[in-house]
């Protein structure tokens, strides 16, 4: 169960990292893809999609490992398939655009299926 919790730990810290960048730095979160954020409501877009949602990700996995009420299991689950999800992307616009480089692309690739299957291995 410990081992379990520094799992869920880490991906928690994972998307809390996504949060707090998201909010803070909205464009720079997506330089990296060559998508630049040039309007106050692309940065609110940001702010909210990467930071919100990266943030409350991180609460409910730290619920899941504190294991308050019965949230443990569908946390788990929801955020692994939250991530697949995200990898599954990847995989499909690989398909269709090669993508330019190994960095960003591949790489988060390669974290979001980890990162989905470690969550699922703990549940």
Known sequence: MVCDNVIIAMV???F???GIYGLVAPGALLAPFGTR???ADGRNEVRAVYGGFGLATA???VLAALDV???RDGVLVAVALA???MA???VVSMLLER???FYPTVLYLIVEAGLAAALLAVR
């Open 37 to 39: 954020v040039v309007s």
């Open 83 to 85: 991530l697949a999800g």
């Open 16 to 18: 809390a990292g996504m």
């Open 69 to 71: 009420g019965t949230l």
């Open 88 to 90: 599954v992307g990847r």
């Open 59 to 61: 609460l409910a996995l």
């Open 99 to 101: 993508p330019a480089r």
């Open 12 to 14: 928690a810290v994972f």
